[in-house]
């Protein structure tokens, strides 16, 4: 193979391919400490948020990209594992997510790639953290 041939992907490995996610969470969290969150390039302080726990049915693969959660059109790019097979995902402008809106998971900055799930935005419970 010379340098200008594509080398031929392996079976099985594609790196598009998010888990199902098999089960959502949505809580509305007040914190007892503020949380910071990243918004653009400034830092912010809040003292509530919305987090989603998503069960996949595999982790996230490692690439450049990360995973986004989508609340209908709204990118959640904030999260972390919280147990095997779990992400948590926050927001925390509550009023840019639309109640019944679609959960979808997809890639940073391609929201055309996301993929639709089972579930929608609907806040399960309230708690105090």
């Known amino acids: 193979m010379d340098a200008g041939q594509k080398q031929p992907e392996q079976p099985g ?24 969150f990243v918004a653009g390039p ?5 003292q509530e948020g919305i987090e ?13 990209l990360s995973p986004v959660l989508y ?3 709204h990118a959640l790019t904030e999260f972390e594992r919280v147990g095997e097979n779990q992400y948590r995902f926050y927001a925390h ?12 998971l ?3 900055g391609l929201p055309q790639r996301k993929t639709p799930t089972s579930f929608a935005y609907r806040v399960h419970r309230e708690e105090t953290r």
């Open 13 to 36: 490995n594609d790196l598009w391919k998010l888990p199902d996610v098999l089960n959502a969470q949505v809580v509305h969290a007040h914190y007892t400490q503020p949380q910071t």
């Open 42 to 46: 400034k830092l912010i302080e809040a």
């Open 52 to 64: 989603i726990t998503i069960t996949v049915s595999s982790n996230f693969p490692i690439r450049a």
């Open 71 to 73: 609340v209908g059109d």
């Open 93 to 104: 402008e509550a009023s840019k997510l639309k109640q019944d809106a679609p959960l979808s």
């Open 106 to 108: 997809g890639w940073f």
